[in-house]
């Protein structure tokens, strides 16, 4: 071979895996049965792996066999027409809104708390031109018919940014939309010819709790985004359902944003690995979750938000601990605890070891502010309008 060849090759060589990457693969899994951050922070098993790679090898942009089959599976399970698998849930939603908006001007509610709104970096505004105008909720818990009225643009007025797009999101903080009231906006919208956008990114959770079909979850939409590394385990993807249409038009957008995937076979063998496996463990999951929320309570400590699926929101500030307090004193423990702020998010990974884990911190920071003076309270209210009761 030639030299100059040879010692580019030599340059381009590269091995990425760690002397003891199996070991490290366990820690990791370990480290995240211990953490309370996220969601998304899940591992994939052996057997999942074991799985896809079985998959077929396919090129996505063109048809790859797997990706197809799990795509039909996907537009069936929800009562849609197509479905269009993508690398994330902030990709879907942002592909829905483009595809869903021809020509500007034009407005789009969603929960003020909602990832649209919060967490996709003003994607609406540069990839679609669109005007967010972000509600928020009356009832502190989730958007109303009275709350979307109030805010939604109707008419012809030039002054204005007409509404064409509601956004609303399944779960929002792990909380349960209500479908009635889903139901009631989704009337509304067709009224007025306002299309409906869903970021179910956690509504396998929903179907969960609610023993409602997909289907019947995603009726009153005419999009929906499902996130499959977001409490089910996958190592990545969404998966973006809607018209036959509607999927067609996403597809262009999904090439223009780069989002053209070529061997996801693998990865689409995993979410489906994570919808046969994964999405059965759910119910323990909430139990976990609930099972947090009362060792809480019992210690007095406040409940921001209860445990209606995965998270519970907490203020350990009726104990006299704050936050940043917490968080050192569980990552200074033997067996590291982590955790960011009063969200506390249970997985498919957590373990009960790890909740017990927590209580007995918490109950032994909430006895040293004791012996320090602190007087607990005996009830506190939130901002929610929720009053819990507390211990002395």
Not at 35 to 56: C, Q
Not at 308 to 330: K, N, Q
Request: proline share 5%.
């Amino acid at each position: 071979m030639d030299p100059k060849l040879r010692a580019i090759i030599e340059q381009v060589k590269v091995d990425i895996l760690a002397p003891a990457q199996e070991a490290d693969n366990e820690a990791q899994l370990k480290e995240v049965s211990r953490s309370f951050f996220s969601d998304t922070i899940t591992v994939p098993t052996k057997a999942m792996y074991e799985y896809a790679v079985r998959a077929s090898v396919g090129d996505a942009v063109f048809r790859e066999p797997c990706t197809s089959a799990f795509e039909e599976h996907m537009a069936q399970l929800t009562g849609k027409e197509a479905a269009l698998f993508v690398s994330s849930g902030t990709l879907g939603n942002q592909l829905a809104i483009r595809t869903h908006l021809l020509q500007p001007p034009f407005s789009i509610l969603t929960d003020v708390r909602s990832h649209i709104n919060s967490y996709e970096a003003g994607g609406a505004a540069m990839h679609s031109g669109a005007y967010p105008i972000p509600v928020t909720p009356s009832n502190g818990h989730h958007l109303t018919l009275e709350d979307i009225k109030a805010k939604a643009v109707l008419g012809s007025d030039i002054h204005f940014a007409p509404t064409h797009l509601i956004c609303l999101e399944n779960t929002l903080n792990g909380m349960i939309f209500p479908q009635n009231d889903i139901i009631k906006i989704a009337k509304f919208a067709r009224e007025n010819d306002i299309l409906m956008h869903l970021d179910g990114a956690r509504l396998w959770h929903v179907a969960v709790e609610t023993r409602l079909p997909l289907s019947e979850l995603c009726a009153p939409f005419d999009s929906a985004s499902l996130c499959l590394s977001k409490g089910l385990g996958a190592p990545i993807g969404t998966c973006l359902v809607g018209s036959k249409v509607f999927i067609n038009k996403a597809c262009w957008f999904r090439k223009a944003f780069g989002g053209g995937m070529r061997q996801t076979g693998i990865l689409a063998a995993s979410a489906a690995y994570a919808l046969s496996h994964n999405f059965p463990q759910l119910p323990r999951v909430h139990a976990l979750a609930r099972r947090l929320q009362r060792g809480l309570e019992e210690l007095g400590v406040g409940i921001l938000c209860p445990a209606e699926t995965c998270m519970v929101f907490f203020d350990p500030s009726t104990i006299g601990v704050e936050y940043g307090e917490v968080e050192r004193h569980a990552a200074a423990l033997p067996e590291p605890i982590t955790l960011k702020g009063s969200r506390l998010v249970v997985h498919i990974q957590t373990t009960v070891q790890a909740i017990d884990d927590f209580l007995r911190l918490v109950s032994e920071l909430r006895d040293e502010k004791v012996k320090e003076g602190f007087i607990l309270s005996t009830s506190q209210t939130f901002a929610n309008g929720m009053t819990r009761k507390y211990l002395e």
